[in-house]
């Protein structure tokens, strides 16, 4: 783990690399490398016999597709991934910049160019790069030192439990949740709040309150109604994702029953009723058909609004 501050002076924890993980990646991209590299030259060497050029012309080809193979491969996929070959891909490993942000063009550029120096200095192939990976605290070779990124690990090894345990929901806001529009929230931001959750003992309080509040952000943009007064972060997150679980579980045991007054009201409503998992209010006031054998709610829908002032957010200290 290597201390990361962000440029909203947030310190974070990220996990370097490891050598031998990125080892096996390099190995990976190499034989990809390789294999590229063999294609395209039988395909130039029997292009520039077909076509009658020179030996000159023909081995200008052949350096230039040389070169493509050995530099233009890393610095092609790590800007079109933000920082991910094939190899780092399959091993879980991402280059991001020194502040923990994104890998960007210049960056993979300079990486690339420092391969030549790092791995394909002849008679020291690859030991600048070993070398100063087993100096640098980050685990850097040159080509990270010079553009300023480090490798990171950043699909760790899943801890045994913790996969399969649901959320949890906050006794205190379990009758709020129950009515919470959540047809707006997507995989991804539910994703990052249960990523946060998970790693909240391991961050620092900074990092808690900025992580926190902008997840937060996310999630009541996405939902509806704003949690209650004084609410913190961890305990609204927490309850969203737990009913989230909650609807998602009855949905794959029961399926999405449309009670009879969502079906009169049209195919549209009754796909918002079941996507919000929620009983259908028949309008301020009165009473919601909630299917037979189902208690009728005298309480109107919340309708769903954007996030304002005033939301209750108080973040974790």
Same mark, same amino acid.
């Given at each position: 783990?290597?201390?990361?501050?962000?440029?909203?002076?947030?310190?974070?924890?990220?996990?370097?690399?490891?050598?031998?993980?990125?080892?096996?990646?390099?190995?990976?991209?190499?034989?990809?490398?390789?294999?590229?590299?063999?294609?395209?030259?039988?395909?130039?060497?029997?292009?520039?016999?077909?076509?009658?050029?020179?030996?000159?012309?023909?081995?200008?080809?052949?350096?230039?597709?040389?070169?493509?193979?050995?530099?233009?491969?890393?610095?092609?996929?790590?800007?079109?991934?933000?920082?991910?070959?094939?190899?780092?891909?399959?091993?879980?490993?991402?280059?991001?910049?020194?502040?923990?942000?994104?890998?960007?063009?210049?960056?993979?550029?300079?990486?690339?160019?420092?391969?030549?120096?790092?791995?394909?200095?002849?008679?020291?192939?690859?030991?600048?790069?070993?070398?100063?990976?087993?100096?640098?605290?980050?685990?850097?070779?040159?080509?990270?030192?010079?553009?300023?990124?480090?490798?990171?690990?950043?699909?760790?090894?899943?801890?045994?439990?913790?996969?399969?345990?649901?959320?949890?929901?906050?006794?205190?806001?379990?009758?709020?949740?129950?009515?919470?529009?959540?047809?707006?929230?997507?995989?991804?931001?539910?994703?990052?709040?249960?990523?946060?959750?998970?790693?909240?003992?391991?961050?620092?309080?900074?990092?808690?309150?900025?992580?926190?509040?902008?997840? $937060?952000?996310?999630?009541? +943009? %996405?939902? &509806?109604? @704003? #949690?209650?007064? =004084? !609410?913190?972060?961890? /305990?609204?997150?927490?309850?969203?994702?737990?009913?989230?679980?909650?609807?998602?579980?009855?949905?794959?045991?029961?399926?999405?029953?449309?009670?009879?007054?969502?079906?009169?009201?049209?195919?549209?409503?009754?796909?918002?009723?079941?996507?919000?998992?929620?009983?259908?209010?028949?309008?301020?006031?009165?009473?919601?058909?909630?299917?037979?054998?189902?208690? $009728?709610?005298?309480?109107? +829908? %919340?309708? &769903?609004? @954007? #996030?304002?002032? =005033? !939301?209750?957010?108080? /973040?974790?200290?």
């Amino acid at each position: 783990m290597t201390d990361v501050v962000t440029g909203e002076a947030v310190t974070l924890d990220v996990p370097c690399a490891r050598f031998p993980s990125r080892l096996a990646a390099l190995g990976i991209d190499l034989l990809i490398q390789f294999t590229l590299m063999v294609i395209l030259l039988v395909i130039v060497t029997a292009s520039t016999s077909a076509a009658g050029l020179d030996t000159a012309a023909t081995s200008a080809l052949v350096i230039t597709v040389i070169v493509l193979s050995l530099i233009g491969y890393p610095i092609l996929w790590e800007t079109t991934t933000r920082g991910r070959s094939p190899g780092k891909f399959a091993l879980g490993l991402r280059v991001v910049g020194d502040d923990g942000g994104p890998e960007r063009f210049r960056q993979a550029l300079v990486r690339g160019l420092a391969t030549i120096v790092d791995f394909w200095l002849v008679p020291f192939i690859g030991v600048p790069a070993l070398i100063c990976s087993l100096l640098s605290a980050r685990g850097k070779r040159l080509g990270d030192v010079f553009a300023g990124t480090f490798v990171i690990q950043q699909r760790l090894p899943a801890r045994r439990g913790a996969a399969a345990r649901p959320p949890v929901m906050p006794p205190e806001l379990a009758g709020w949740a129950a009515g919470l529009e959540l047809s707006g929230l997507t995989d991804h931001t539910a994703a990052m709040a249960r990523g946060y959750l998970g790693r909240l003992p391991e961050l620092t309080p900074a990092a808690q309150a900025e992580l926190g509040s902008r997840i $937060a952000a996310a999630v009541q +943009a %996405q939902t &509806a109604p @704003p #949690p209650p007064l =004084g !609410t913190p972060v961890p /305990p609204y997150l927490a309850a969203v994702l737990a009913e989230r679980h909650r609807r998602e579980s009855a949905r794959l045991v029961t399926g999405p029953a449309v009670p009879s007054s969502a079906a009169r009201l049209g195919p549209g409503a009754a796909g918002a009723w079941a996507a919000a998992g929620a009983a259908w209010p028949a309008g301020p006031g009165a009473a919601g058909q909630a299917g037979a054998g189902e208690e $009728a709610t005298s309480e109107p +829908a %919340q309708p &769903a609004r @954007p #996030p304002g002032p =005033g !939301t209750g957010f108080i /973040p974790p200290r």
